[in-house]
Every structure is written in C-alpha cells, then in structure tokens.
Nanobody, 114 residues
Framework: VQLQAFGGDLVQPGGSLRLSCAAS????????MGWYRQAPGKQRELVAS???????SLVDSVKGRFTASRDNAKSTVYLQMNNLDPEDTAVYYC?????????WGQGTQVTVSS
C-alpha cells in the first residue's frame, strides 16, 4: 500500500487544520491506520490510531482537540485538528499496519505560529 498525506500548513494558535491521507492498493479496510508526528529534536510519537471498524484512540495531549476518522470507501483517513497549539508543530505522518507490516507515507508539515 502507498500512502500520501497532505493538508499541512502554517496556522495561527487556536486555528484548525484537517489532514488527509489517501491510500492506494487493496484491502484498505483491513489496515489499522495511525497518525504520528515528529517535532524537531524529538522522537516520532503516535497521535491517533483508527481500528478497522473505525474505533479511534488519541494521545492525551490532543484529546478534546483532535479527531481521527476513516472512510474505507475512499481509502482515506483524516485528522481534524482544532485549537492548535505551537506544541503541535511537527511533521505529521500516516501509517498503515497489518500484522507485522508497517507502511508509511511521506510527512506533511504542520506549523503553529503567530
């Protein structure tokens, strides 16, 4: 599977962005999807995961602000980010997991700054 993430941008604190990640290939609905981010000088961290049936899990730092979802018919996952904070500045990556295999898309830059 190939993944392409887009939607990153420069946004002011308190603003919103929606990231999308489109997948090519078959069996998208079988993958557990995830959104990760990596800030400069920091390790990549899991932000959100979405199971095959659409159940989502979010890291505590984004709960109440971010929402993750998937549309299996469009082979796409989304990350709606509201009330953005400068601490959210990072390169955001999408990930597809099935069993022992992980697939990564190229990242999309989110910068939160006034």
């Amino acid at each position: 599977v190939q993944l392409q993430a887009f939607g990153g941008d420069l946004v002011q604190p308190g603003g919103s962005l929606r990231l999308s990640c489109a997948a090519s290939g078959s069996f998208f609905s079988m993958y557990i999807m995830g959104w990760y981010r990596q800030a400069p000088g920091k390790q990549r961290e899991l932000v959100a995961s979405i199971t095959r049936d659409g159940t989502t899990s979010l890291v505590d730092s984004v709960k109440g602000r971010f929402t993750a979802s998937r549309d299996n018919a469009k082979s796409t996952v989304y990350l709606q980010m509201n009330n953005l904070d400068p601490e959210d500045t990072a390169v955001y990556y999408c990930n597809a997991n099935i069993g022992p295999r992980d697939y990564w898309g190229q990242g999309t830059q989110v910068t939160v700054s006034s």
